[in-house]
């Protein structure tokens, strides 16, 4: 995360292309029909923005439709919100900051296309509670890192039967779990406004922190292999659960 040592992105590309043709994650094609949005403050010492420069030349190289960047912001490592949070350049909880600079709004603009329409105030009474356990294959929640409770904002366009509407899942940071924040990021990163005003689902799954088996003191989720070795790939733990509860909210909301 520090660049002190080059990522192996030759290394990384070959492993992804191997993966594919295994059938141990889809084919790299899709990837053509993909939009990604990367942001990195310039003053981010926790993972450097030269570490993020090479995620873009790493999907760039696997070929992703369309790549979107914003690399020249003066915020540390932290989520940028318009308003809400610490200051810009700092970096402790919550982890989000007010940068005058709407993170959720243009990652959304990049996914969904430039023309949504403006944020709109989110309705408490649209979310609804997810028991994570649901959703874990019989093992409880705790044994992957996973909190309890997933959090899902209905917006009121999408109550009715037959409403055309997204779903975009929204993964917390480090140390951005429930029990240190509470709802923090769940209610003020800023996509509640633009899922409301768009009909856009917005799944807020939780993971939480864990000493040993598995160790994982921060609360992140699983993106070094924490739990197991092919983490990354579609029989990864966390993987396998993730897809089980956006199945589960694309059937029944």
């Not at 430039?114 to 309705?123: F, G, S, T």
């Amino acid at each position: 995360m520090n660049n002190l040592y080059a990522v192996p992105l030759a290394e990384l590309e070959t492993y992804a292309r191997t993966s594919a043709s295994r059938g141990d994650i889809d084919s790299l094609d899709n990837l053509a029909n993909h939009k990604v949005f990367i942001f990195s403050g310039t003053q981010d010492a926790t993972v450097k923005p030269s570490v993020v420069k090479s995620l873009e030349t790493f999907y760039d190289d696997l070929g992703v439709g369309t790549i979107r960047t914003n690399f020249n912001l003066a915020a540390a490592h932290a989520f940028p919100t318009l308003t809400y949070g610490n200051p810009c350049t700092s970096a402790y909880t919550p982890y989000i900051s007010r940068c005058n600079y709407d993170g959720a709004g243009e990652a959304l603009k990049t996914l969904y296309g430039a023309d949504l329409k403006p944020p709109v105030a989110p309705i408490a009474d649209n979310f609804v509670i997810l028991e994570q356990n649901q959703f874990t294959g019989g093992r409880t929640p705790a044994a992957l890192s996973l909190g309890p409770r997933a959090y899902l904002y209905v917006p009121t366009g999408c109550q009715t039967s037959g409403a055309n509407c997204k779903l975009h899942v929204a993964f917390h940071g480090c140390q951005q779990y429930i029990t240190v924040i509470q709802l923090q990021y769940v209610e003020n990163t800023g996509f509640n406004g633009w899922a409301e005003a768009n009909n856009i689902l917005v799944l807020y799954p939780q993971a939480i922190a864990s000493s040993f088996s598995p160790s994982n003191p921060n609360g992140c989720w699983d993106w070094w292999g924490y739990l197991s070795a092919d983490y990354s790939l579609q029989s990864g733990p966390q993987i396998q659960f993730t897809k089980s509860i956006i199945d589960h909210v694309l059937t029944n909301y």
